[in-house]
């Protein structure tokens, strides 16, 4: 077991992706607003770095684990207009947002179709071999077995088809790690109260990308599921990090 599974937004009690699921459903009002605030905009040059490292794969069919409001799918739609993207989270919350603003944006993404369905990232209900490429934009630290969800997309993958992470993480050298802290620890958490009103989901967002696998630890877990070619780069200080693999 991982450090990030035995973190929990609400209590010790209970099962992990219950009260991941509670969460989001309870932020997703306010997650978009927050996740570009509390990131300055950084978050959308991450987002646009990691698809383009995509796009010289031309993937016709995509699946975006924990998908949330769909930011990640539409600009996978946007950027390589692949034949078909789904979709899939937990929380129907974040979906009925991200349902909203393809709807939106519906004569710009004519070319992709994009839906949205809820899934369990350990049981996935997807053939064997069935997506050109996976792509999960900051959601990895929340699963409840990260060797399980792996196994999983690893499977609905064709042969050669390629797995993009994009995730959080603290930054490794002096000072940002210590200046991130202060911020990640203090000013996250009062503004996710002050907007949200749950305070509880801005602490557990720090915790998880303090205990998650970073670097090379994760590289490492990614070729123990199987994965090959396995590379991976740090944004903005090390703030955020890009694994692209292939099965």
Known sequence: MYNQEQIKPYSQQGEKVEQVEAMF??????????????????????RRKAVEALGKYAPKRVLDIATGTGDFAILVGRLLKPQQ??????????????????????????????????EDCLHLTFDDSSFDAVTVAYGVRNFQDLDAGLGEMYRVLRPGGHLLI???????HFPMRQLFWLYSHV?????????????????????????????????????????????????????????LAEK
């Open 166 to 172: 994009v995730e959080l993480a603290t930054p490794p």
């Open 25 to 46: 459903d309870g932020i997703a009002p306010t997650y978009d607003f927050l996740n570009h605030a509390l990131s300055m905009g950084v978050d959308k040059g991450w």
């Open 85 to 118: 993207i789904v979709g899939a989270d937990i929380s129907e919350g974040m979906m009925e947002v991200a349902r909203r603003k393809v709807g939106a944006l519906a004569s710009e993404l004519q070319s992709t179709e994009i839906v949205f369905q809820k």
């Open 187 to 243: 000013v996250m958490p009062l503004v996710g109260w002050i907007v949200s009103r749950d305070s509880k989901a801005y602490s557990y967002l720090p915790a998880t990308m303090e205990a998650f696998p970073q670097g090379e630890v994760m590289q490492g877990i990614l070729q123990k599921a199987g994965f090959r070619s396995v590379q991976w780069k740090r944004f903005t200080f090390g703030i955020c990090t890009m694994y």
